[in-house]
């Protein structure tokens, strides 16, 4: 758990890597420096195309996944509902979704750190609605060890 908290609401970031506050605070997109005596995390390069430019391959790992279930609490739900009859952006879902890719695609680092990777290539997210007002959210892709070409 990081120690950076948010701006707006004062809410800790529970992980560098979720990128909205429940509150709808956008944090930047660069990751904070490690807290002190901690490692940043093994992998920084991730693309959707099936290579890395200026990389190679030297080893493919197999598939990784991260994959979350959530839901919006009933008061969330009014909150939103409220939204939809004004129009626009909803935010409050909007946020549930950015909130949920991005702890998918923290488990998805996790489990391919886990393998040894140091990156990982060919990442897709995929969502399926479990039940009314509960949706899985998975990110999958390659987990791979890469090289600077020379």
């Known amino acids: 758990m990081t120690s950076e908290k948010?701006?707006?609401?004062?809410?800790?970031?529970a992980s560098p890597i979720w990128r909205v506050c429940?509150?709808?605070?956008?944090?930047?997109?660069?990751?904070?420096?490690p807290a002190a005596g901690k490692m940043p995390h093994p992998i920084s390069l991730t693309t959707t195309a099936n290579a890395l430019s200026g990389y190679k391959i030297v080893k493919e790992l197999g598939v990784v996944r991260g994959i979350i279930v959530r839901s919006?609490?009933?008061?969330?739900?009014?909150?939103?509902?409220?939204?939809?009859?004004?129009?626009?952006n909803i935010?409050?879902?909007?946020?549930?979704?950015?909130?949920?890719r991005a702890d998918a695609f923290g488990f998805l680092l996790?489990?391919?750190a886990e393998r040894g990777a140091n990156a990982i290539v060919?990442?897709?997210?995929?969502?399926?609605?479990?039940?009314?007002g509960i949706t899985e959210v998975l990110c999958y892709g390659t987990a791979v060890v890469v090289e600077p070409e020379h």
């Open 6 to 13: 948010c701006p707006q609401c004062g809410e800790p970031r």
């Open 22 to 33: 429940s509150c709808g605070h956008q944090f930047s997109a660069a990751l904070p420096p």
């Open 72 to 88: 919006r609490s009933f008061f969330g739900n009014i909150g939103a509902g409220l939204q939809a009859l004004v129009g626009g």
């Open 91 to 100: 935010t409050l879902y909007t946020e549930l979704c950015e909130q949920a």
């Open 110 to 112: 996790d489990h391919a």
């Open 122 to 132: 060919a990442l897709r997210y995929d969502a399926t609605e479990i039940s009314a």
